[in-house]
C-alpha cells in the first residue's frame, strides 16, 4: 500500500517551454500532496504544500508564478514549471500523505527535468 | 528557526556490523519522527516512523527515540550491502496534522564488503 507515481520520470525540454509533471496516489486519498526539488548531492527542499481543492502553500522564495501547482483530486497534484530556465533542472520530487496519525509521507519515483 | 541536524558521513561500516545513525533537532514540540532511505538517484523511500519514547524495531532496523535529549537514531543490523545509500532523518512539529516535514541533510552510509 501506500504508492506514488510520478509522470515523466525523465523530461528534457527547451529553454522557454512549459512541462507538467504529475503526482497521482494509487492506492490511498492523499489529503495533502507535497513538491519537493533536489539538487545533485543536496537535501531534499520542500517548494509547496498542496490541499485538495484549495490553493498551494509556498515556501519562502519559492515563486508562485513560475511552479503552478494544482491539486485537483484526492488522488492527483500538477506541477507545471512555467518558462523553464537551465537552472529549473533538478529533480523533483512529489509525496502525499493520508492524513492518518502518523502523518507520513510517501514519496513519489520523481521527474528528472533538463531544460537546456 | 525548526532544525534537523545530521552527520553527513560518510559513515562506513563492515559488512554485516552494527550501522548508527544519529539525529538530534531543535523543536521540542516536535511529535513523529521518520527515517527514509535514499539511494543514488533515487527519490526517498520510508524506512519507518517512530513517536513515542523508546525503541521500535522492525526487521534489521531499530529507531530509538528520547524526545528529553532530542534526540533519533537508528540502528542497521548485519549491514549488508545493499544498505548503503544516503539516510534521511525528517521530523513532523508541532500537532499531528502539521504535515509538513523538516528534514536532515542526510547521512551517507556505505557498508563495505
Known amino acids: 500500500g501506500a504508492v506514488v507515481s510520478q509522470h515523466p520520470s525523465r523530461v528534457i525540454c527547451k529553454s522557454g517551454t512549459s512541462v507538467k509533471i504529475e503526482c497521482r496516489s494509487l492506492d490511498f486519498q492523499a489529503t495533502t500532496m507535497f513538491w519537493y526539488r533536489q539538487f545533485p548531492k543536496q537535501s531534499l527542499m520542500l517548494m509547496a504544500t498542496?490541499?485538495?481543492?484549495?490553493?498551494?502553500?509556498?515556501e519562502q522564495g519559492v515563486e508562485k508564478d513560475k511552479f503552478l501547482i494544482n491539486h485537483a483530486s484526492l488522488t492527483l497534484s500538477t506541477l507545471t514549471v512555467t518558462s523553464a530556465h537551465p537552472e529549473d533542472s533538478s529533480f523533483y520530487i512529489c509525496?502525499?500523505?493520508?492524513?492518518?496519525?502518523?502523518?507520513?509521507?510517501?514519496f513519489g519515483p520523481g521527474t528528472r527535468l533538463t531544460v537546456l | 528557526q525548526k532544525e534537523v541536524e545530521q552527520n553527513s558521513g560518510p559513515l562506513s561500516v563492515p559488512e554485516g556490523a552494527i550501522a548508527s545513525l544519529n539525529c538530534t533537532y531543535s523543536?521540542?514540540?516536535?511529535?513523529?519522527f521518520f527515517w527514509y532511505r535514499q539511494y543514488s538517484g533515487k527519490s526517498p523511500e520510508l524506512i519507518m516512523f517512530?513517536?513515542?519514547?523508546g525503541d521500535k524495531e522492525d526487521g534489521r532496523f531499530t529507531a530509538q527515540l528520547n524526545k528529553a535529549s532530542q534526540y533519533v537514531s537508528l540502528l542497521i543490523r548485519d549491514s549488508q550491502p545493499s544498505d548503503s545509500a544516503t539516510y534521511l532523518c525528517a521530523v513532523n512539529s508541532a500537532n499531528f496534522g502539521n504535515e509538513k516535514l523538516t528534514f536532515g541533510t542526510g547521512t551517507r552510509l556505505t557498508i563495505i564488503p
Open positions: 523543536d521540542r514540540g516536535s511529535q513523529s
Open positions: 498542496s490541499n485538495e481543492g484549495s490553493k498551494a502553500t509556498y
Open positions: 517512530i513517536y513515542s519514547n
Open positions: 509525496s502525499a500523505t493520508s492524513g492518518d496519525y502518523t502523518d507520513t509521507q510517501y
